[in-house]
């Protein structure tokens, strides 16, 4: 989940998957590469680009002290002046080799007005990115990106996970690509003026504004993002938009039946019109709510299956910065779960006592940990590759420009 969705509403929904065994690959999939090593680090990560297509930038463990804090004191922990970024979190991310990173900010649930809130968060992620110019840059295009990866610095493309600041001006798309904005997710669970979300049990759909704001992004060379989207709204969009879309950060409903994965039919209509689909590292990949790295490695391996291997990525929906006493967060994110729940935007499979994220798979080593494990399961390097980076690359290269 992306580090910016509100004290309140921080992390995202939590699915389910089926053991890494039940995700099979054509047979000619899995035959070795001349590259493969049996055992030992997959040798071409130092120089490939990582795309993470939804993540952040956040220390847990400051989270974790500021919540202890105000337990203690009754009092929540007033934010810093300037809005500093945790001095692990950023060599963290560095450390991650994280080439970009899908940013989410702006409004995704509350009371506060969608429109204003979402230009002061542009002007927040802004003066930031001015701050760590040294470990930090903000991406226009997809040239940017080889750049970030050249200067050794993280990318960061601006992202909405609700176009709810849309209000009834489909026209705000263009007002946003000029602020930087360059992805742009239609719904977030819930339903709002562009169609419903991914819990709303109507399924209806892309609503006719909806098709305005799918053509004003298209024109504004925006990418439509469909994560969080209801399977109708979903397939509709992707049938509406003259360009490709992507999904940033899900997984296979195939897998695990949880309404924010998605069903193969979307998943292949994704691919057909030449869209990339991002595989998260959530507990949403098992329907136990109890995933492993195994599981993640089973939902891509689906996804090629279904999409081809030039149409799957990554979008861990999380940090860089891995959780150094599990057992001590899980009550915050209990807490921020029955939070969520009384707000009416938690998603089925969030529940007590399960954490947003793949517990053995976190902190800085999780992009290597999975080019390793898909290398020892016999995908080779260019495929790799491609996961990791090259396939969304490609897909910003055809939305943005290069």
Same mark, same amino acid.
């Given at each position: 989940?992306?580090?910016?969705?509100?004290?309140?509403?921080?992390?995202?929904?939590?699915?389910?998957?089926?053991?890494?065994?039940?995700?099979?690959?054509?047979?000619?999939?899995?035959?070795?590469?001349?590259?493969?090593?049996?055992?030992?680090?997959?040798?071409?990560?130092?120089?490939?680009?990582?795309?993470?297509?939804?993540?952040?930038?956040?220390?847990?463990?400051?989270?974790?002290?500021?919540?202890?804090?105000?337990?203690?004191?009754?009092?929540?922990?007033?934010?810093?002046? &300037?809005?500093?970024?945790?001095?692990?979190?950023?060599?963290?991310?560095?450390?991650?080799?994280?080439?970009?990173?899908?940013?989410?900010?702006?409004?995704?649930?509350?009371?506060?007005?969608?429109?204003?809130?979402?230009?002061?968060?542009?002007?927040?992620?802004?003066?930031?990115?001015?701050?760590?110019?040294?470990?930090?840059?903000?991406?226009?295009?997809?040239?940017?990106?080889?750049?970030?990866?050249?200067?050794?610095?993280?990318?960061?493309?601006?992202?909405?996970?609700?176009?709810?600041?849309? &209000?009834?001006?489909?026209?705000?798309?263009?007002?946003?690509?000029?602020?930087?904005?360059?992805?742009?997710?239609?719904?977030?669970?819930?339903?709002? +003026?562009?169609?419903?979300?991914?819990?709303?049990?109507?399924?209806?759909?892309?609503?006719?504004?909806?098709?305005?704001?799918?053509?004003?992004?298209?024109?504004?060379?925006?990418?439509?993002?469909?994560?969080?989207?209801?399977?109708?709204?979903?397939?509709?969009?992707?049938?509406?938009?003259?360009?490709?879309?992507?999904?940033?950060?899900?997984?296979?409903?195939?897998?695990?039946?949880?309404?924010?994965?998605?069903?193969?039919?979307?998943?292949?209509?994704?691919?057909?019109?030449?869209?990339?689909?991002?595989?998260?590292?959530?507990?949403?990949?098992?329907?136990?709510?109890?995933?492993?790295?195994?599981?993640?490695?089973?939902?891509?391996?689906?996804?090629?299956?279904?999409?081809?291997?030039?149409?799957? &990525?990554?979008?861990?929906?999380?940090?860089?910065?891995?959780?150094?006493?599990?057992?001590?967060?899980?009550?915050?994110?209990?807490?921020?779960?029955?939070?969520?729940?009384?707000?009416?935007?938690?998603?089925? &499979?969030?529940?007590?006592?399960?954490?947003?994220?793949?517990?053995?798979? +976190?902190?800085?080593?999780?992009?290597?940990?999975?080019?390793?494990?898909?290398?020892?399961?016999?995908?080779?390097?260019?495929?790799?590759?491609?996961?990791?980076?090259?396939?969304?690359?490609?897909?910003?290269?055809?939305?943005?420009?290069?």
């Amino acid at each position: 989940m992306a580090d910016n969705l509100r004290e309140g509403f921080a992390r995202r929904d939590f699915l389910r998957l089926v053991s890494a065994s039940a995700a099979t690959l054509p047979f000619a999939a899995y035959m070795p590469s001349p590259l493969l090593a049996s055992e030992g680090s997959w040798p071409g990560f130092k120089d490939s680009i990582v795309l993470n297509n939804l993540g952040g930038l956040s220390d847990p463990n400051m989270r974790l002290r500021n919540y202890n804090k105000k337990k203690e004191t009754g009092n929540p922990v007033a934010g810093r002046k &300037g809005m500093a970024i945790s001095a692990r979190a950023l060599e963290d991310a560095i450390d991650s080799g994280m080439t970009a990173v899908n940013m989410t900010l702006g409004y995704v649930a509350g009371d506060m007005d969608p429109f204003i809130y979402s230009v002061q968060e542009i002007a927040n992620w802004n003066r930031r990115i001015r701050r760590y110019d040294d470990k930090l840059m903000k991406i226009w295009s997809a040239a940017d990106i080889r750049r970030a990866k050249d200067e050794g610095k993280v990318g960061i493309i601006m992202g909405f996970q609700n176009a709810a600041m849309m &209000g009834d001006d489909a026209s705000r798309a263009e007002t946003f690509a000029g602020l930087g904005v360059k992805i742009i997710q239609l719904t977030y669970n819930v339903r709002n +003026q562009i169609g419903d979300g991914s819990m709303e049990v109507e399924n209806q759909g892309l609503s006719e504004f909806g098709r305005e704001v799918v053509a004003s992004l298209n024109e504004a060379r925006v990418a439509v993002d469909l994560s969080h989207s209801g399977e109708q709204t979903c397939l509709d969009a992707i049938r509406a938009s003259k360009t490709p879309i992507c999904i940033s950060h899900t997984g296979c409903r195939a897998l695990a039946n949880l309404p924010r994965n998605k069903s193969d039919e979307e998943l292949r209509l994704v691919a057909e019109k030449g869209g990339v689909v991002g595989i998260y590292f959530m507990p949403f990949l098992k329907e136990d709510s109890f995933p492993t790295a195994d599981d993640v490695v089973a939902h891509i391996e689906h996804a090629i299956n279904v999409c081809g291997e030039d149409h799957v &990525g990554i979008g861990t929906d999380g940090g860089t910065t891995g959780v150094d006493d599990l057992e001590a967060y899980r009550a915050v994110i209990d807490d921020e779960i029955r939070r969520r729940q009384a707000a009416g935007i938690s998603a089925k &499979g969030e529940k007590p006592g399960v954490v947003p994220f793949i517990p053995d798979i +976190q902190g800085p080593g999780q992009f290597q940990q999975l080019a390793d494990m898909l290398y020892a399961r016999g995908h080779n390097s260019a495929r790799i590759e491609k996961i990791l980076g090259l396939n969304f690359l490609r897909y910003y290269e055809g939305i943005w420009g290069e």
